[in-house]
C-alpha cells in the first residue's frame, strides 16, 4: 500500500493543481482540503471554523459524503456535518484514519492551506496522518506574490490576522505577500529538518507544470507508485477528481476557486522572474527583502 502524500506550500503556489494531479494516480485518493489541523479533536475544528460553516470546513464534509454516498449532495453535507457535531471529543487523527480506512488500498494526497498558517500545525499534520511522505512546492515569490494580490479572495487572507503579511518595518505596516510567502516556506523548512530525508522532497511549481510527465515519474518514482504510462495520463487529467468542480450551495469550496472554475491542466511556461527592483503591489518602491532573495536563490530562482 502506498503512504499518503502531503503537500505543502503556501497559497498560490501550484499546490492546488499540484495536489490535483498526483490525486488522480491509481493509486492515491486526492481528497479536497481537509484542514484537520485546525483542531486536535473535531469540537476544536469546529470552533475555528465558524460551526464547520466556513469554506475552511467544506473540503472535510464533501470528502466525507463522497467515501460515504458515492456522492456530493446538499442532504449528505448537512448528515456529515450532523456527525461532526455530535462528535466534538473524536481527534482529528481518528477521523482521519477513517478517510484512509475508506479509501484503502489507496493512500490519501492532501493539501490545505492551514497547515501552514501556524508553526505547529505541520507537526500536528504529522501526528493527523502518521507516516506521510511531503512535497514542499515552491513559486517563484513575484509570480507567486502577484497572483496572491491578484486574487481577491487571496487578498482578503492576507490581510487577515491569520495572513502573516504585514511589513512591519514600516510605519504603519504594509501588506505585502512576500512577508507571507517567507513565513510559510520559512515554517516548512523547519518542519521537514525533523522529518527523515526519504520522507520529504522539494520541487519548483514551475518545472512541474512545464514538463508534467518528467516531474511526474519522479516524484512517482520517490514515493513508490507506479510511473508508468496510464499513471502519467491519469494524473494529467485533474478534473476528473470528483473534487475538482464546487461543491452543493451548503459546502462549494474545499479548494481554490480559481482552480475549480477551469480545473484543467493547461500548457505552462515559465517566465523570467525579477528579484530584484520596485514590488508592483507596493506604492513606496521597496523591493523584496534581502532574506526573500536568499531563500528564493536557495530554491533555484534567478534574477530574471
Not at 490545505?112 to 507537526?123: E, G, K, L, R, T
Not at 513565513?183 to 523547519?190: G, K, N, Q
Request: proline fraction near 10%; hydrophobic fraction near 40%; aromatic fraction near 8%.
Amino acid at each position: 500500500m502506498a503512504q499518503p502524500l502531503v503537500l505543502l506550500g503556501p497559497g498560490r503556489s501550484f499546490t492546488t493543481v499540484a495536489a490535483g494531479m498526483l490525486g488522480q494516480h491509481p493509486e492515491h485518493y486526492g481528497m479536497p482540503e481537509l484542514n484537520l489541523t485546525l483542531g486536535e479533536t473535531i469540537g476544536e475544528f469546529l470552533r475555528n471554523t465558524g460551526g464547520g460553516r466556513n469554506g475552511l470546513a467544506h473540503g472535510i464534509v464533501r470528502a466525507m459524503a463522497q467515501l460515504e454516498y458515492g456522492e456530493v449532495t446538499a442532504e449528505g453535507v448537512d448528515e456529515m456535518r450532523a456527525f461532526l457535531f455530535n462528535n466534538p471529543g473524536m481527534t482529528t487523527a481518528a477521523l482521519m484514519a477513517e478517510l484512509q480506512a475508506a479509501v484503502a488500498p489507496k493512500a490519501i494526497v492532501e493539501k490545505s492551506p492551514s497547515i501552514v498558517a501556524d508553526p505547529q500545525y505541520p507537526f500536528r499534520q504529522d501526528q493527523i496522518l502518521p507516516g506521510a511522505n511531503y512535497l514542499h512546492i515552491t513559486r517563484h515569490p513575484m509570480s507567486a506574490g502577484r497572483s496572491m494580490m491578484t486574487a481577491e479572495w487571496y487578498a482578503m487572507i492576507l490581510a487577515s490576522p491569520l495572513g502573516d503579511s504585514w511589513d512591519r518595518r514600516m510605519t504603519p505596516p504594509v501588506l505585502d505577500p512576500q512577508v507571507h510567502w517567507f513565513v510559510a516556506h520559512e515554517r516548512i523548512m523547519d518542519f521537514l529538518d525533523t522529518i527523515e530525508p526519504e520522507r520529504h522532497m522539494r520541487i519548483r511549481g514551475e518545472d512541474l507544470l512545464t514538463d508534467p510527465d518528467r516531474w511526474l515519474k519522479t516524484i512517482c518514482d520517490w514515493v513508490g507508485v507506479s510511473s508508468d504510462a496510464e499513471a502519467i495520463e491519469a494524473m494529467k487529467h485533474p478534473e476528473t477528481s470528483p473534487f475538482a468542480q464546487p461543491g452543493p450551495e451548503n459546502a462549494p469550496w474545499g479548494g481554490d476557486p480559481s482552480f475549480q472554475e477551469k480545473p484543467a491542466l493547461r500548457p505552462y511556461t515559465a517566465k523570467p522572474e525579477p528579484l530584484t527592483g520596485a514590488l508592483p503591489w507596493r506604492d513606496d518602491g521597496m523591493p523584496f527583502a534581502d532574506h526573500v532573495v536568499e531563500m528564493a536563490k536557495f530554491f533555484g530562482y534567478k534574477d530574471g
